[in-house]
Every structure is written in structure tokens, then in C-alpha cells.
């Protein structure tokens, strides 16, 4: 596969990936989280906002790979 068609398949996967993984977030975020305590829901969000970085680094890894 080519690089130019990687990075069309890989940017098209990430936008959708972010699309759902943000929706999925922000339901559990805004669901049963908000009966949690404080440092509860400081951690859910700690997490949810960063662990979206390790499936996207190793999509984009995956594209800018040489042919």
C-alpha cells in the first residue's frame, strides 16, 4: 500500500475513531460519573482525556511509515 493511500485510510479511521471515542466519553462523563465523588470523576476525566493518545500515535506511526 502506499503512503498517500495510508494516510487517507488513516486519517478517515481517526476521525471516526475521535468522533465515537469523544461521544462515548462525554455519555459516561455525563451519566454516572456526576455521582461520584470529586477525585472520582478527576480521575475519569484524567483518563479519558489522555487515553485516546495511544491508539492515535500508533495509527499515525502506521502512516508515515515508508513504503
Known amino acids: ?3 498517500r493511500n495510508r494516510k487517507l ?3 478517515i479511521v481517526l476521525l471516526v475513531f475521535l468522533a465515537l471515542y469523544s461521544w462515548v466519553a462525554v455519555m ?4 454516572r460519573i456526576t455521582l461520584a ?4 470523576q478527576f480521575i ?3 483518563a479519558a482525556g489522555l487515553l ?6 500508533i495509527l ?3 502512516m508515515q511509515r515508508p513504503d
Open 1 to 3: 500500500m502506499s503512503a
Open 9 to 11: 485510510i488513516g486519517t
Open 28 to 31: 459516561i462523563g455525563a451519566g
Open 37 to 40: 465523588p470529586h477525585w472520582v
Open 44 to 46: 475519569y476525566f484524567l
Open 52 to 57: 485516546w493518545v495511544l491508539p492515535a500515535l
Open 60 to 62: 499515525i506511526r502506521w
